[in-house]
């Protein structure tokens, strides 16, 4: 399976601030996601990344909250925008695996809005 | 769109017993479905999948039977161990919707040695 990094893995942010999640796979896919995990909740997807073109959002997210960049096969990038503490959540980057449907987990990117 | 329901939200069971975690599904296009286990503080792991040409799989301790006609999964433990112990996820997807997964709530396993 790929190797997916995130950075950061945990952050501290101020209400209104935004923050941007980037994640590196160690191979290209064809398939990168977003998913969002609130506090003792289920895993939501937000939306797909696509290279070269605009992301696909879930219903419920929307790119002006949720603006996301893929430039290449092996990097997208999130950003969480004018935080609340709503926002508090891990935000997971995945991608598809060689065998298709599969899908792995980066380590995750812990936020907490204060 | 799909709607993946978990049972039960949380499961205790004594070390060496069977654990049994039960999904539904609504989507009859759905054609692929992980399970996942998340320990304290740490992602989503993989743990066993299974695709709708298949009724049943097993790897080691784990097993995940597929009811396609009654739209329904289930994950066994069996010898179950602390270490089993975590929160496991449910999903399904389908290659039509471009393999995102549908996640159901979650189920709370704790085993108490």
């Known amino acids: 399976s790929a190797v997916i990094s995130q950075k950061p893995s945990r952050d501290i942010c101020q209400r209104g601030t935004s923050l941007t999640i980037q994640c590196q796979v160690d191979?290209?896919?064809?398939?990168m996601f977003w998913y969002r995990q609130q506090p003792g909740q289920s895993l939501t997807l937000i939306a797909t990344a696509n290279q070269g073109s605009e992301a696909t959002y879930e219903s419920g997210f929307v790119i002006d909250k949720f603006p996301i960049s893929r430039p290449n096969l092996t990097f997208s990038t999130l950003t969480v925008s004018n935080m609340s503490p709503e926002d508090s959540s891990i935000y997971l980057c995945?991608?598809?695996?060689?065998?298709?449907?599969?899908?792995?987990f980066g380590e995750g990117s812990w936020l907490t809005v204060v | 769109g799909e709607n993946v329901e978990q049972h039960p939200s949380t499961l205790s069971v004594q070390e060496g017993d069977s654990a049994v975690i039960k999904c539904t599904y609504s989507?009859?296009?759905?054609?692929?479905f992980p399970w996942y286990k998340q320990e304290l503080g740490k992602r989503p792991q993989l743990i066993i999948d299974i695709r709708s040409n298949v009724g049943e799989k097993k790897d080691q301790r784990i097993a995940v039977t597929l009811n396609k006609t009654a739209k329904h999964f289930s994950l066994h433990i069996t010898e179950t161990q602390p270490e089993d112990s975590a929160v496991y996820f449910c999903a399904a997807s389908t290659n039509n919707a471009g393999n995102m997964l549908t996640f159901g709530g979650g189920t709370r396993l704790m085993v108490k040695p």
């Open positions: 989507d009859s296009a759905s054609n692929y």
């Open positions: 191979s290209q896919v064809t398939m």
């Open positions: 995945s991608v598809e695996g060689d065998s298709g449907n599969t899908i792995y």
